[in-house]
């Protein structure tokens, strides 16, 4: 486990290279959920890839927001909580990636490009759906990933037309508590 306050790394691995990296701050990690914080200007390391460039290749470092990530190893989505830099909350946002690897010094995961934003009063949109088509058509996923990524959506909503998500013990975490 990692310890409150340490700087890991946050890796993208695609088929088996690290493809982007980039510093995290771990918020709690109890073994089962690894919550880490994102700040602004979190500087991007890009390394050469057989792949290609990394489609963020053109930013140097986080944008202007604060995220909240919350990961757990079985889970084929991060949760991310995201603020405006005053610590204003903005949205919570599901991003379907692999289920986190722990490695020294860090997790590795990957994204998969399909995203579910779900706004302060509950209303959900889908983001970047066509993404998940893109990635498979250039290679970088199969096309069993993507039902993959299918079923965990739909498992997602589920979750949630259900209320029962198992990243609400952090509604009411702000940026200011770390």
Same mark, same amino acid.
């Given at each position: ?8 790394? &946050? &890796? ?15 918020? %709690? $990690?109890?073994?089962?959920?690894? %919550?880490?914080?994102?700040? @602004? ?12 460039? +990394? @489609?963020?290749?053109? +930013? ?8 909240? +990530? ?15 830099? $005053? ?10 990636? @692999? ?12 994204? #998969?490009?399909? $995203?579910?934003?779900?706004? @302060? ?33 739909? #498992? ?12 609400? $013990? ?9």
């Amino acid at each position: 486990m990692f310890a409150p306050g340490e700087v890991i790394s &946050r &890796r993208e691995v695609l088929h088996g290279d690290l493809w982007l990296s980039a510093p995290v701050t771990v918020v %709690a $990690d109890d073994g089962e959920v690894l %919550a880490t914080r994102c700040d @602004p200007g979190a500087p991007f390391h890009f390394p050469e890839h057989p792949f290609g460039p +990394h @489609p963020w290749r053109a +930013h140097r470092q986080w944008g202007g927001s604060i995220v909240l +990530h919350l990961s757990r190893a079985d889970t084929a989505y991060g949760v991310w909580k995201f603020f405006e830099t $005053d610590g204003t909350f903005r949205y919570w946002y599901l991003n379907f990636e @692999p289920p986190i690897v722990r490695v020294d010094g860090g997790f590795e995961t990957d994204d #998969y490009g399909l $995203d579910l934003i779900i706004w @302060p009063d509950g209303r959900r949109e889908w983001k970047d759906v066509e993404d998940l088509h893109h990635q498979r058509a250039e290679g970088r996923i199969t096309a069993e990933t993507v039902g993959e990524v299918l079923a965990t959506a739909a #498992y997602v909503v589920d979750l949630l037309d259900r209320d029962e998500r198992w990243w609400s $013990d952090w509604d009411d975490w702000t940026p200011a508590q770390t």
